[in-house]
């Protein structure tokens, strides 16, 4: 075993500090990777804060991990030293039930291996992430990395990305669908983003009139206004998918109503209750309310070849280990745009 550098909590009410951690010796499957970005999703947040009443401490948080790899097992033949990988969300799977075999690691029947928060097999205890120097994972769960990418900006693709880029590929949304993305945040500007790369006519639809300008750049080509009533009404039943990224509880019942007949809105931010919603709205043109989590590993792996081919990243704000505390604060406030990554060099400072 190694000792690496790391930040963690130690409870619910805890700052993230300076942690030392311990990483298993590489196995003959193992990849072992040399930090160097890693990503703030608002997960880590619910884990650290213990809102979801399940977090194991310390909290080591991270799931959005890009860096080099420095060292791999002797059964190890698709990544070598220095190779531009990423882990994202899962660490290992049984690798035997039906979903693991139809490559849906995420819906692992016996529970996939989380990146941290999760029950260690190798060590014990429970898993540590990505807010540490290094990692070491079974090679199935090691993602390449087009070169051609800004490294940085990359890192949130492991969550924020697929996360949205799923649905969009589950639903086959295609060129010239008319899509709603609800929400401009960093699971939003991420559905933007690939909902028009694929060809998609694309709608931001938001609460904010202020956000109109940001969502035209990311590539929206209209933007609704969901608290303008009569906005609602003109685009009612024209949607062929929504994409609601919203991270609270909300109303669903008006972005039913956008939906044309036989189509789906999909919630991916919303992990929690939600408020009444009318079954008539379903009922009557047989339209859907579905929920969707990250991809397998396959489907992530084509999500990153993707953003290869069309240079897609995440709008970022780097900042230093040091400043992560003020950061989790900012993100309640929805004060980034889009996505916090860390430095992970500064972890050495």
């Known amino acids: 075993m190694k000792t690496v550098n790391a930040y963690a909590a130690k409870d619910s009410k805890a700052d993230l500090k300076p942690f030392e951690i ?7 499957d193992d990849v072992q990777i ?4 890693c990503g703030v999703c608002h997960s ?3 884990q650290v804060e213990n809102d979801w009443k399940n977090s194991n401490y310390p909290v080591v948080p991270g799931h959005e991990i890009v860096g080099r790899v420095t060292k791999v097992g002797d059964n190890v033949k698709n990544f070598k030293k220095d190779d531009l990988v990423a882990v994202g969300c899962m660490v290992d799977s049984c690798q035997e039930c039906d979903s693991c075999k139809e490559n849906l690691e995420q819906f692992c029947e016996k529970g996939a291996t989380l990146t941290y928060n999760s029950k260690d097999k190798h060590l014990g205890g429970h ?7 290094k990692i070491v994972v079974d090679k199935e769960f090691v993602l390449s990395v087009p070169e051609n990418l800004d490294t940085k900006a990359t890192a949130p693709l492991l969550c924020a990305g697929i996360t949205t880029w799923s649905p969009l590929r589950h639903w086959n949304v295609k060129k010239g669908d008319k899509v709603g993305v609800v929400g401009l945040g960093g699971l939003g500007h991420m559905g933007v983003k690939f909902a028009a790369a694929l060809g998609a006519k694309v709608v931001m639809i938001t609460t904010s009139p202020d956000k109109k300008e940001d969502a035209k750049k990311l590539g929206a080509h209209d933007v609704l206004i969901s608290k303008d009533k009569e906005q609602m009404k003109e685009h009612a039943n024209s949607f062929d998918f929504l994409l609601n990224t919203v991270p609270v509880k909300h109303d669903l019942n008006p972005y039913i109503q956008l939906l044309k007949r036989d189509k789906t809105m999909v919630l991916v931010g919303a992990i929690e209750p939600l408020e009444e919603m009318h079954g008539g709205l379903l009922i009557s043109k047989r339209k859907s309310v579905a929920g969707s989590v990250i991809g397998g590993i396959k489907e992530t792996q084509e999500m990153l070849d993707f ?3 069309h240079n897609i990243t995440s709008d970022i704000e780097l900042i230093d280990m040091q ?10 406030k929805s004060d980034v745009k889009y996505r916090f990554v860390i430095d992970m060099k500064s972890l050495k400072n």
């Open 22 to 28: 311990k990483r298993r010796d590489i196995l003959a």
């Open 34 to 37: 040399e930090i160097d970005y």
């Open 44 to 46: 880590d947040i619910h």
């Open 307 to 309: 953003c290869g081919k």
């Open 323 to 332: 400043d992560i505390n003020n950061a989790f604060e900012r993100v309640k």
């Open 127 to 133: 898993t540590f992430g990505g807010y540490s120097e």
